[in-house]
C-alpha cells in the first residue's frame, strides 16, 4: 500500500507519515521512507484580500490561487504580528513574540534576536535529516552588535538552523541593501568597504531629505536617508558599491536562488524558507510587470511575485519532487498600501480591497493586522478544502514536528498537523494577536481588544491600529469588519476574555 491509498482510506496522516519516518521498519519501500520536503512561501505584507482565491476580483493571482484552490485554505490563519520581525520570529520559534521584548520591527544593524540555543524549525527538521535553506528576507537581526560587513557575519541564519541562507539583512528599504550568502556579503569589493550607520550619515554622501532631486521614487514619511537605485532607504550606507542590489531584479534574483537550491537537494529531504519581499516597499516590479496591474507598484509586484511562484512550481515539477513536497503559503502581516513612498498604491488602488472584508491593516489590532492567506497544499496528498480552523504561524514548528517524527515543540506551538492537511477541524482555541507592542486576544469566535492608549489612526498609513480607551469586543461570525463592539452588551464574556488573556500573558487587566 502507498501513501496516496493510505490517506485516501481517510487514516490518520500523522500517524501514518511518521510510521515513514525515520524510525519506518526495514521493510517499507523507498518511497515510503522519504520524508517529504517542506517549503515555507513567505509574503511581506500581503493582505487577506490580496489574492484571487480570496476574493480578489480586480488582481488576477493564479499560481498563488493553485495552492489555494488545490490545497487547504485557511480562512482563519493567522501571522502572530501585525509586522514582520516578530511575526518571522514566531514562525522560525513557535513562540510567542511578546514573550521576546526584541522581536520589534528592527533596524538593519540590529543583533540577531533569536537566541542560538532556542528550537527552531530548521533546527527541527535538520535533525530529522533535512538539508535546510533560507532565500530571501531575514529581518530577525545579525551578530551581536556593531556587524562589521566587510567580515563574516554571525551569528545569523547559520547559526538557528540554516543550512544555506541567501538573504536580505532588514528590508528593502532598509540599508544595507546587499545580498548576504552564509554570512558574507556577496560580490563585495575590499578595496569599497561597506559602513553603514542608523544614527548619522557619512560625511558627504546624498540623502533623500537632502538631494531630493537624485530621488527617483518620492519618499513620503520616513525613507530619507541614503539613496540607492534612485530610492532614498531607511539608514545611512557608504561603499559597497559592487555588491548593492539591483531592486527591479531581486524577485528574479531571489527566484533563481530558490530553484538552484531545489535542483542542489532534490535528492535529500529539504527544507526551503523562501522569504518574499513583495508587496513590502519599495515596490520595485520589474519592468516586465510594470503596468500589467493597472494599480500602480503595488498591484505590479503581487502580479510579479504571483508569477515567480508559478516559476517556482515549474521547477519543484521539472525536478520532478512536486509531490513529494508539502508548501505551506502565508503572509507576515496585513496590508499597507502608502508606507512611505509616493508610490500611487493609493491613487490607483480603485475598487480593490488588499484586507477584503477585514477591519484595519499591518501594525493593526484588528484583524486586518494578522488574519492573512494561509495555504497548505501538498499534491496528491491533500485533498482541496476551505477550512475556517483557527491556526497560527505558530504551530508550524510542532506541527511539522509531527509530521516529520520529531518530537520537538515551540513554546506556544500546537500540533494541528492534522488541521493543517485538512483531516481535522480542530483548530487553536485562541490565539494572542500583537501589533506594535500591544497584544489582543481571540478565543473561539471572539477578539477582545483591551484599552490602549495613542491614537485610533497612524495618519501617515491611515489604518486604524485598534487603540481605544474601552474594552472592545467583538464576535467574527457575525461581524468580520468589527463594527459592533459588545463589550458592554456582553459583560460576562468580556469579564472571561480578560481573565483569559492574564491566564496567558501574566499581565493582570483593570
Ligand atoms: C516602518 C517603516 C515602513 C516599513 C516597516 C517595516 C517608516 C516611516 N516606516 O518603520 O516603511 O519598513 O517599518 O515593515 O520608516 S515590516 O513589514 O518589515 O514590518
Ligand atoms: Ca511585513
Not at 151 to 161: A, L, M, T
Not at 328 to 339: A, C, I, M
Not at 378 to 389: E, R
Not at 464 to 474: A, F, K, M, T, V
Amino acid at each position: 500500500m502507498n501513501i496516496k491509498s493510505n490517506l485516501f482510506l481517510g487514516l490518520s496522516a500523522s500517524l501514518l507519515l511518521f510510521s515513514c519516518g525515520k524510525a519506518s521498519e526495514s521493510a517499507d519501500t523507498d518511497e515510503q521512507t522519504k520524508q517529504p520536503n517542506i517549503v515555507v512561501i513567505y509574503m511581506d505584507d500581503l493582505g487577506y484580500g490580496d489574492m484571487s482565491a480570496y476574493g480578489a476580483t480586480e488582481l488576477s493571482t493564479p499560481h498563488m490561487d493553485r495552492l489555494a484552490n488545490e490545497g487547504v485554505r485557511f480562512t482563519n490563519g493567522y501571522a502572530s504580528s501585525a509586522t514582520c520581525t516578530p511575526s518571522r520570529y514566531a514562525l522560525l520559534t513557535g513562540r510567542y513574540p511578546w514573550r521576546n521584548s526584541d522581536a520589534k520591527i528592527l533596524p538593519g544593524t540590529a543583533p540577531l534576536i533569536i537566541d542560538t540555543t532556542l528550537m527552531t524549525l530548521p533546527k527541527m527538521l535538520k535533525a530529522q535529516g533535512y538539508h535546510t535553506g533560507i532565500v530571501g528576507k531575514w529581518h530577525l537581526g545579525l551578530g551581536s552588535g556593531q556587524v562589521n560587513w566587510n567580515e563574516h557575519i554571525s551569528p545569523g541564519p547559520n547559526e538557528v538552523g540554516f543550512d544555506y541562507s541567501y538573504i536580505l539583512a532588514a528590508t528593502q528599504d532598509r540599508v544595507p541593501t546587499v545580498y548576504i550568502q552564509d554570512g558574507n556579503v556577496v560580490g563585495l569589493d575590499p578595496n569599497d568597504p561597506i559602513e553603514v550607520s542608523y544614527s548619522e550619515n557619512f560625511e558627504g554622501e546624498p540623502t533623500g531629505k537632502d538631494n531630493p532631486d537624485m530621488t527617483t521614487m518620492k519618499w513620503h514619511h520616513g525613507h530619507n536617508n541614503s539613496i540607492v537605485n534612485g530610492v532614498p532607504r531607511i539608514g545611512f550606507m557608504k561603499g559597497g558599491e559592487a555588491a548593492k542590489w539591483s531592486d527591479v531584479d531581486m524577485a528574479d534574483h531571489f527566484l533563481e536562488k530558490a530553484s538552484a537550491y531545489v535542483k542542489e537537494h532534490k535528492n535529500e529531504p529539504f527544507f526551503l524558507y523562501y522569504a518574499f519581499q513583495q508587496p513590502h516597499v519599495p515596490r520595485t516590479p520589474h519592468p516586465r510587470f510594470e503596468g500589467k496591474s493597472g494599480m500602480g507598484p503595488r498591484g505590479d509586484v503581487i502580479l510579479e511575485a504571483d508569477w515567480m511562484i508559478g516559476e517556482f512550481l515549474k521547477t519543484l515539477e521539472n525536478e520532478g519532487v512536486l509531490e513529494n513536497t508539502l508548501i505551506v503559503f502565508s503572509s507576515d502581516n496585513g496590508p499597507v498600501l502608502n508606507d512611505g513612498y509616493y508610490d500611487d498604491a493609493v491613487e490607483k488602488l480603485g475598487d480593490h480591497t488588499p484586507a477584503g472584508p477585514l477591519r484595519g491593516g499591518k501594525y493593526s489590532l484588528f484583524e486586518a493586522g494578522t488574519r492573512v492567506p494561509f495555504m497548505v497544499y501538498w499534491k496528491g496528498k491533500v485533498q482541496p478544502k476551505v477550512s475556517d480552523a483557527l491556526v497560527s504561524q505558530l504551530d508550524l514548528l510542532s506541527s511539522l514536528a509531527a509530521l516529520t517524527g520529531s518530537t520537538a515543540t515551540g513554546e506556544d506551538s500546537q500540533d494541528l498537523l492534522q488541521t493543517l492537511l485538512g483531516e481535522s477541524d480542530q483548530g487553536r482555541e485562541n490565539l494572542l494577536f500583537e501589533a506594535t507592542g500591544r497584544t489582543a486576544l481571540r478565543q473561539g469566535d471572539y477578539v477582545m481588544i483591551p484599552p490602549y492608549k495613542g491614537s485610533p489612526v497612524i495618519k501617515s498609513v491611515n489604518i486604524e491600529i485598534g487603540n481605544s480607551p474601552e474594552y472592545q469586543l467583538y464576535q467574527l461570525s457575525t461581524d468580520i469588519g468589527q463594527t459592533n463592539n459588545l463589550a458592554a452588551s456582553q459583560p460576562e464574556k468580556l469579564e472571561a476574555m480578560k481573565q483569559e488573556y492574564s491566564r496567558i500573558t501574566g499581565k493582570s487587566l483593570e
